[in-house]
Every structure is written in structure tokens, then in C-alpha cells.
């Protein structure tokens, strides 16, 4: 059982940065590194979408609405995956969630497909 944690969410204003960051512990397979792990995020009353997954071997993929702006990144040695936000936007708050899956073939991830969740992380950009 693959346990995720996220933290590093906040309150911050338009144009600001801040790094999310998903913990993996518990890890089944040989290790954290054998898993795709993505970002997601869901406004109030919205659906959740991804944003922003990374393959085992670090291929990255963007949401057009995030592209040039979030970065997504690994250390399998530390067992983390990290997202970094720059220049955020209002519309940028959400609660943020890291899932993962072990088969991925690439592309935005859809969350119905995720084996693996964590419990979320605010983060709110005023203007």
C-alpha cells in the first residue's frame, strides 16, 4: 500500500510562487520510483483535473492552463515529487492532490485511473 502526503499549500497573491510537495511511504514495489505520479487539482463545486503528471522516468506533461508556469519534478531517492507554482493566478485556487498509478502510458492522467491518493493541500491566490 503506497501512502501519499502532500504539503507545502497556502494563502499567497496573484504572481507569487510556492512548491507543493507528495511524500510516498509504504511503497509495495521495489520502490517510489516504479510509480507515475500526478498533480490534480479541484476548485470548489468543480471537477478535479489533472495538471501535471510524471512518468517513473521523469517525462512531464502540462495542462495548457499551467504550461510555463508549474513545474513538476522527482527525487526517487527521497521518495518525493515535487510542483512547483510560479506566477500564480487566482484561478489557481483549488485543493491540490498528488495520486499515483503504477501502469502510465503518457499524457494528462485521468483520476479515475489513480490507484493512489493523498488527502489534498489548499492553496489560495487572491488578487
Known amino acids: 500500500q503506497l501512502r501519499l502526503e502532500e504539503s507545502g499549500g497556502g494563502q499567497v497573491q496573484a504572481g507569487d510562487s510556492l512548491r507543493l510537495t507528495c511524500a510516498g511511504s509504504g511503497y509495495s514495489f521495489s520502490g517510489f520510483g516504479d510509480y507515475a505520479v500526478g498533480w490534480f487539482r479541484q476548485p470548489l463545486g468543480k471537477e478535479r483535473e489533472s495538471i501535471a503528471p510524471i512518468s517513473y522516468n521523469s517525462n512531464t506533461y502540462y495542462h495548457d492552463d499551467v504550461k510555463g508556469r508549474f513545474t513538476i519534478s522527482r527525487d526517487n531517492a527521497k521518495n518525493t515529487v515535487y510542483l512547483q507554482m510560479d506566477r500564480l493566478k487566482p484561478e489557481d485556487t483549488a485543493v491540490y492532490y498528488c495520486?499515483?498509478?503504477?501502469?502510465?502510458?503518457?499524457?494528462?492522467?485521468?483520476?479515475?485511473?489513480?490507484?493512489?491518493w493523498g488527502k489534498g493541500t489548499q492553496v489560495t491566490v487572491s488578487a
Open positions: 495520486a499515483a498509478r503504477g501502469l502510465y502510458l503518457g499524457g494528462l492522467l485521468d483520476p479515475d485511473d489513480m490507484d493512489y
